[in-house]
């Protein structure tokens, strides 16, 4: 239950709380240690009750509710269509009305309002910190997400300038908003260790385990950040392909394709707390990510996440890859080429060794770690 005594905080998130676990979650998670955190969902309608699983599942939720200790969820309600350009004003002025709702409720000023949206919504909680919190090049992938919005691009500079606080995942986010005239606090993305570490000692997910030998995947997203190519070449050296998530809109002419080959498995969105018997099936995870701008501004939570399963990981070379500076990472240029690094890990057993080696990698990359700094940055503390 919320104190009295404790700030309050709200985070204005790109995703749905029971949605696959995001750098949203983790950072709310991780700020309840200090606060009070009331997680502000997308808004829905009427119409998100036949949506995707996760927009009807909060289309038909309570409007505010206790998810952890310190976290609070608020649902706002909004009316359809409330990403066209004639309907965004009123679903933003409702999201508005429900986060003031929320905070006297609570009966406490706003300590700060994070954005992890591009929604421009500083100063409708009288909030006395504004941080934005740049988790992705959000107008870069606007057509991936199926966003239609000629106003994200403009928001993406105006809203920065805005804040008090700027926080950017990667360097090319940092080096973007300092072009725009933002200076930006460097945060890359972290890892839960302890959760994913568990790998280890997990039984491998038996539903992966009969679907063949040499068993390599990927665990993550669906969509047309994916380099489709590697994935191709990978399957064509006899492996079995395991992916892991969920199918975004404009991933179907590829993915389709990519399963119809005998030995790549699309296995759905998996719980976050069965991932580590998933990703105990293979010794080998992917990052087979294209060369867009992006896949180069993000930091790809599932890096860490692979690393602390005590896994190996063969990636594309993106500056998040380049920014982590390990050799624990096997980089990889060209479809051939990732292929040959793929086949190459496969061939050797993976040591009790090995995976200790990178889940202390991992270990010094943990989320207390990561939110630390933003913690002291809006005055915040245990």
């Known amino acids: 239950m919320p104190s009295d005594e404790r700030p309050l905080v709200m985070i204005s998130a790109g995703t749905y709380w029971y949605g696959p676990r995001m750098l949203d979650h983790h950072l709310a998670h991780e700020l309840a240690r200090y606060a009070d955190v009331v997680y502000v969902e997308p808004g829905t309608s009427v119409v ?16 505010v509710e206790s998810v952890e200790p310190g976290v609070q969820v608020l649902r706002p309600r909004v009316n359809p269509m409330m990403e066209r350009r004639l309907g965004k004003p009123l679903a933003l002025w409702l999201i508005r009305r429900s986060m003031r709702r929320a905070g006297r409720r609570l009966g406490r000023p706003v300590h700060a309002l994070v954005l992890m949206s591009l929604n421009p919504l500083f100063g409708s909680v009288g909030e006395r910190y504004r941080v934005f919190y740049a988790g992705d090049d959000l107008a870069a992938g606007a057509g ?38 933002v200076e930006a606090l460097l945060i890359p993305n972290g890892v839960d260790v ?39 070449a990978v399957a064509d050296r006899d492996c079995t392909v395991l992916l892991v998530g969920p199918r975004q809109r404009g991933a179907g002419d590829w993915l ?17 707390a069965d991932l580590p018997s998933v990703l105990a099936a293979a010794d080998v995870w992917m990052l087979p990510y294209d060369d867009s ?34 050799g624990l990472i096997d980089v990889a240029h060209g479809a051939a080429g990732f292929a040959d690094a793929v086949t190459g890990t496969l061939g050797r057993p993976l040591t009790a060794a090995e995976s200790a080696d990178r889940i202390g990698f991992a270990s010094s ?18």
């Open 293 to 326: 701008a992006f896949n180069r501004a993000s930091f790809p939570l599932k890096l860490l996440e692979y690393l602390a399963a005590g896994r190996r990981v063969v990636a594309t070379d993106l500056p998040a890859v380049r920014w982590l500076d390990t």
């Open 194 to 232: 302890p959760h994913f570490s568990r790998t280890v000692k997990a039984s491998p997910d038996p539903a992966a385990v009969e679907l063949g030998p040499r068993r390599v995947g990927f665990a993550g997203h669906l969509g047309d950040r994916i380099d489709p190519d590697l994935i191709a």
């Open 365 to 382: 990359h943990g989320w207390t770690e990561r939110v630390r700094p933003l913690a002291e940055q809006m005055g915040l503390s245990t």
């Open 48 to 63: 998100s009750r036949w949506r995707g699983s996760t927009a009807a599942r909060a289309a038909c939720g309570p409007e």
């Open 144 to 181: 991936l997400m199926g966003i239609s919005d000629p106003g994200l691009a403009g928001r993406a500079v105006t809203l920065p300038r805005q804040a008090d606080i700027v926080v950017a995942v990667s360097p090319p986010l940092v080096d973007s908003l300092r072009s725009a005239g």
């Open 256 to 272: 389709e394709e990519v399963l119809r080959r005998p030995n790549v498995h699309w296995l759905g969105l998996r719980s976050y």
